[in-house]
């Protein structure tokens, strides 16, 4: 099982790092207005920007994770992505 730690660079900037097998390192920025949408206001974005990975770990492994992205991509890629990250807050 992966650990996966975020740590806040700035008030829309995180450094999330995944070990698992091999370790990686990611930068995500999370608009303020997308957080608000996603979260209600109602979840810090630390704990947002977790459960994105968690989301995303369920689905690929960390070494094909983007290395840097905005938060809003993973809709991009995986369209249930919003609706899923929802339900994983509650």
């Known amino acids: 099982m992966p650990t996966i730690s975020v740590k806040k660079l700035d008030d829309s900037t ?4 995944v070990n698992d097998r ?3 390192t990611h930068t995500v920025t999370v608009p303020p207005d997308y957080a608000a949408r996603l979260t209600g206001g109602r979840v810090p974005v630390e704990r947002l920007v977790s459960r994105s990975f968690d989301f995303l770990l369920a ?6 994770i983007l ?4 938060l809003p991509v993973i809709a991009r890629y995986f369209p249930e992505y919003e609706r899923v990250i929802h339900t994983m807050l509650e």
Do not use: K, L
Not at 14 to 17: A, G, K, P, S
Not at 59 to 64: C, L
Not at 67 to 70: Q, T
């Open 14 to 17: 995180f450094e999330v790092t």
């Open 22 to 24: 091999s370790s990686t």
């Open 59 to 64: 689905r690929e492994s960390n070494t094909s």
């Open 67 to 70: 290395r840097s992205f905005e």
